[in-house]
Structure formats: C-alpha cells, structure tokens
C-alpha cells in the first residue's frame, strides 16, 4: 500500500526556540506513524507586506479597538527593548538541529508558489503556533488562501491566534476558508472563541505538540553535581520595579548560584542584564537542556512556560505584551496557574507553589485526548 505523504505548514523558518521544538514535535509523532512527512518550506514574501492593499488593510484595522491597544500596548513595548543583529552562528546552530534530527522541507516557496506544490500532498496539517495571528491580510496563507483547488485533506492542528476580531473585509473570506478545513483544533481559548464567532465550525481544544513528543533525541541526563541554576529566557521588554530585583529575589529564596540566559538578540536583549551567562547562539538542543536541567525558569514565553511544566519545573511566567497576552492567560486559567503566570505589573514571589499531583494529570489527560484528535485526522478517509 501506497505510504500517504503530509505536508505541514507552519511557521518554521525563524529562530524560535519555541515554534521549531513544537514543529519538530508533530512531525516525529506523525513520522512515527509510518506517513512521509515534510515541511512546506514556504516563507511569506516580502513584496506582498508593500502591497497597497495589505498596507490599507493595517491601517483600517487600526479602527478595531483590540486591535488598536494591542498595537499599541507592543510598539511602546518594543521602544523599551534593545536590540542588535543575531550572530551568524545562531542561524548555523538551528540548520545544524534540523539536519540531525533528520527533518525533511519542501522547495522553498512563497505566496505566488505554494500553489505548485499543494497537491503533492494526501493531506496538509496548518499548525501549530500563532498561524492565524495576522487575519486581516490580503491573502491568508495559513488557512490555504491560494491559487489552486487543492484535493487532498486539510486538517489544524493547534492553530493559535492573538487576534480577537477578524476585520469585517475579511469574514467572508475567513468563514469560506475555514469551510474547507475537515477539521480544526486550537491550543488556546482566544482562538477558540475567535474560530467559532467567526465561522460555521466549533473547534476541538488540544494540546501544544511539545507535549505530545518526549524529546529523548534531544535531552542530555541531569548530570550530578550540577550547580542549581535560574534559566531565564526574555522575549519581551523590562518590567514595574526591574527583572534585577525580582531574580536577586529568587536567588535568594531558591538558594540558585547562577543566572544562565538565552537571548535572541535580534528581538530583545534584557536578559543581558541579569545574568551571570549568557548565550546568543544556542542550539534549539541546547536550549532545551538548560530548561530541563534549571533549578527554576523565568520566562515571558509561552513555550518556555510549557516546557517547565512538562518537566515539572519551579517557574514564572509574565507578560507584558498584549500579543503575547492571550495564550499565557490561556495556560494560567486552564490550570489554575494566576500564582505563578500573571501580568508583569501583578506577579510576586511570595506565593510560588506548583502542585504537579494536581497538574501533571491534567496535562497527561490533555495529551490523550490531543493525540487522539490528531491520529484521527491522519485516519479520516
């Protein structure tokens, strides 16, 4: 019998820690399986962000309230943050992770050129991670918005979006799209509610990939010895009162001797200032290492939250940005988390007590009922 072959279109191709770990994820749990996976290279083109129409389109979104202080709320915060090029190496290291764990791409393609090379595929899984964040776009990409009657099945897999409203020039366009999906699953509630107030179809809730996959290829055993560590991990700006004086705190109190820090520095570099070490060219293997292996994390990603609480780790997670906002709120009111995610203007230290008996089943629950919903898409006929 004839082996299907999955295309999966997500957002692969930038330095994220969070976005290729997930990536990688579905594709090793799909792979395994016994289908032929590869990611649809395809890589926004640049000439279509200068648009006349995609620049008309921003500035009418501009008149939807949510959309105008979220805009708003990051430009102010990313006039806060410093800045410079991302080194060379760091590029390297992430080409040099996708070739050892084996991870196979499509030619790369762009907006006017994933329609050639749609129909290879048996079925396309779009997701997971923000996908859908950018909805008032002239063409929607993450939701198959191209030139071609594609013929084999079409599934998402926790797609996410920090959108609350999609513009009323696009509805339309967002409610035939999503009609053409054969099924739809989100990680977060926003895009939950936004699926099912916009269009005809009542989204399943499921898991993050990162936590359906064990990582054993990738994870190093804690060796003994190790001195305890705080891992910090930044993607945003400084905080009310000051990141210092928050992870003196928690040194302090967790009686961590060093401060170890990951930084993209292309997108923020405030972790230069707390910590003892810091590192600009981490392999994603790398990265998830020093999160395993910490005493405690400290982090305003969402993924950073995720994988501590994969591995049951001691963690704080905030946000400060809007955009960022939607799927950390998701994550603290899902589990109950208000002590340990919260706004940065709101969180303390004084009451950091994760209960994993009460946690981890919840998530275990969570990724049973997660790859069920997967394996069935990859079954639907």
């Known amino acids: 019998m004839k082996k299907e072959k999955i295309g999966i279109l997500t957002m692969h191709y930038k330095s994220n820690y969070g976005g290729i770990l997930q990536s990688m994820a579905l594709y090793k749990i799909i792979q395994k399986d016994n289908y032929i996976v590869e990611f649809i290279d395809y890589r926004p083109s640049v000439v279509s962000s200068l648009k006349l129409s995609n620049i008309v389109r921003k500035i009418i979104m501009f008149f939807y309230k949510d959309f105008f202080l979220q805009k708003v709320n990051d430009y102010f915060s990313k006039l806060k943050i410093s800045r410079k090029r991302v080194p060379q190496s760091l590029y390297k290291s992430f080409e040099d992770f996708k070739k050892a764990n084996d991870l196979n791409y499509s030619r790369q393609v762009d907006d006017s050129s994933i329609s050639n090379i749609l129909n290879q595929y048996d079925i396309v899984i779009v997701g997971s991670d923000q996908v859908w964040s950018n909805l008032g776009k002239n063409q929607l ?50 895009t939950y509610e936004l699926i099912k107030k916009y269009s ?156 994993y008996s009460r946690i981890t089943p919840l998530l275990e629950e969570q990724v049973k009922y997660s790859l069920t919903c997967l394996k069935g898409y990859l079954s639907f006929k």
Request: glycine share 4%; net charge positive; with cysteine.
């Open 141 to 190: 990409i993450y939701m198959l918005d191209c030139d071609i009657n594609f013929t084999g099945k079409l599934f998402a897999y926790a797609a996410c979006s920090s959108n609350k409203v999609i513009p009323f020039y696009n509805r339309n366009k967002v409610r035939n799209l999503l009609s053409k999906f054969d099924g739809i699953t989100v990680r977060d509630r926003n």
């Open 200 to 355: 005809q179809k009542s989204p399943m809730l499921v898991a993050d990939p990162s936590l359906l996959y064990d990582y054993t290829d990738v994870l190093d055993k804690k060796k003994s010895g190790i001195e305890p560590y705080l891992f910090v991990y930044i993607l945003g700006c400084e905080i009310k009162g000051g990141h210092s004086n928050i992870i003196e705190q928690l040194k302090k109190k967790y009686g961590l001797k060093k401060v170890i820090a990951v930084v993209i520095s292309d997108i923020s570099l405030e972790a230069e200032k707390i910590a003892d070490e810091v590192i600009y060219d981490a392999s994603p293997s790398v990265w998830l290492n020093l999160l395993y292996n910490a005493s405690f994390v400290y982090t305003d990603s969402f993924h950073g939250c995720m994988f501590s609480m994969k591995y049951k780790k001691m963690f704080i997670g905030y946000y400060v940005s809007l955009s960022r906002a939607s799927r950390l709120i998701d994550l603290k009111e899902r589990f109950s988390l208000s002590n340990i995610i919260s706004s940065a203007d709101n969180f303390c230290i004084d009451n950091i007590n994760i209960d």
